[in-house]
């Protein structure tokens, strides 16, 4: 078995996670008031809904914001070859993808506005079947790995 790939994303990708988490633990928070607030006004609600929801919004909060991007973190590792990219990620089911570079159609990098905060960017390389992503890498990094990536298949291309 291959041994796993060495490069690790930016380790601020564990706050833009965060942050990330922290915006969509929103939606969960807004249910729970809003089970709370119908409760006072319906009788056909109960007061157990509110509080089953609340406790749920606290450990979901807890799980994805305390816990998850860590450990997402800690899998996410990559490696460029001269003939392939071999991606590794996941936090209890570990993928390994090895990207043939002869397969390589284009890579781009992305940056939204999270991302953009931390100075990250996510690398996204196109094959003509799948999109692979190596998310929040320093955006200095990730211009210079979209370069050399597109260079190395070029080659790979010309060679055939």
Not at 34 to 60: H, K, N, R
Request: glycine fraction near 4%; avoid cysteine; proline fraction near 4%.
């Amino acid at each position: 078995m291959r041994d796993q790939p060495n490069e690790r994303i930016a380790t601020d990708a564990i706050k833009a996670w965060k942050l990330t988490a922290q915006l969509i633990a929103i939606i969960p928070l807004l249910l729970t008031i809003a089970a709370f607030v119908g409760t006072y006004f319906f009788d056909f609600l109960q007061y157990w809904v509110g509080i089953v929801l609340a406790v749920f919004t606290v450990l979901e909060w807890a799980i994805t914001i305390l816990f998850i991007p860590q450990l997402r973190w800690k899998r996410w590792r990559y490696q460029i070859y001269d003939q392939e990219i071999y991606i590794q990620h996941g936090i209890i089911i570990v993928t390994r993808t090895v990207v043939p570079m002869i397969r390589v159609q284009h890579v781009d990098t992305q940056q939204g506005p999270i991302l953009k905060k931390y100075g990250l960017a996510t690398l996204q390389i196109s094959t003509a079947a799948t999109t692979h992503e190596i998310p929040a890498l320093l955006e200095e990094e990730a211009a210079d790995l979209r370069d050399q990536i597109s260079e190395l298949a070029r080659v790979e291309q010309d060679d055939v």
